[in-house]
Structure formats: C-alpha cells, structure tokens
C-alpha cells in the first residue's frame, strides 16, 4: 500500500519561507514521478510543480522563481521549497505519486496547509 505523508505547512507571513516534505512508503520511489498540487478554498485542485524519475522539473507560472521541488531517492522523499510567499499561496497542499505508463497508478497524500498572511 503507497502511503504519502506530507510535512512542514504552517503559518507564515509574506515574504517568508517554508520547506514542504513529503515522505513516501510502501512503493520504490525513484520509479515515481513525483509533484506537489495545491487547493485553495473554493477553487480546484491546480499543480504547483513536478518532478519526474529522471529529475525533469516543471513549474506552474505563479510560482516559478519563488519554489523549487527536489526529490531525495535514498529518503524517499520529495520537497518543495517555497521563498518569498505571497498571500494568493495559501491552500492545502498536496503531494501526490504517478508511475510512467501504470495505468491508475495515482496516489496522494492528506495534505498540510500553508496559510500565508499579509
């Protein structure tokens, strides 16, 4: 069973920083392509950034130059630094697992909030 655990939400104000973990068991993690999604209240679930097995990253234009996901295999565990926070970044965020060419292979975690204040 893939369990994903996610880590290191919190309240901060604008401007500041925080580091999102997201450890994974139960699966070989470096076959994973790995992303961080996010929901704010009221609005559909949107990617925020991904990282595939072979390390090839994508951002979502809101948050390019201010995040960053990396991906630790030996820890099984993905990350997303986010620098310079901004209000609109409050939501619950995600971390979810998919498999290249598995089929239904979609895994998620329960979430931590980020709430960002002005």
């Known amino acids: 069973q893939v369990q994903l655990v996610e880590s290191g939400g919190g309240l901060v104000q604008a401007g500041g920083s925080l580091r999102l973990s997201c450890a994974a068991s139960?699966?070989?993690?470096?076959?994973?392509?790995m992303g961080w999604y996010r929901q704010a209240a009221g609005k559909q679930r949107e990617l925020v950034a991904d990282?595939?097995?072979?390390?090839?990253?994508n951002y979502a234009d809101s948050v390019k130059g201010r995040f960053t996901i990396s991906r630790d295999n030996a820890k099984n565990t993905v990350y997303l630094q986010m620098n310079s926070l901004k209000p609109e970044d409050t939501a619950v965020y995600y971390c979810?697992?998919?498999?290249?060419?598995?089929?239904?292979?979609?895994?998620w975690g329960q979430g931590t909030q980020v709430t960002v204040s002005s």
């Open positions: 990282i595939t097995s072979g390390g090839r990253i």
């Open positions: 979810n697992a998919k498999r290249p060419l598995v089929y239904g292979y979609d895994y």
């Open positions: 139960g699966t070989i993690f470096s076959r994973n392509n």
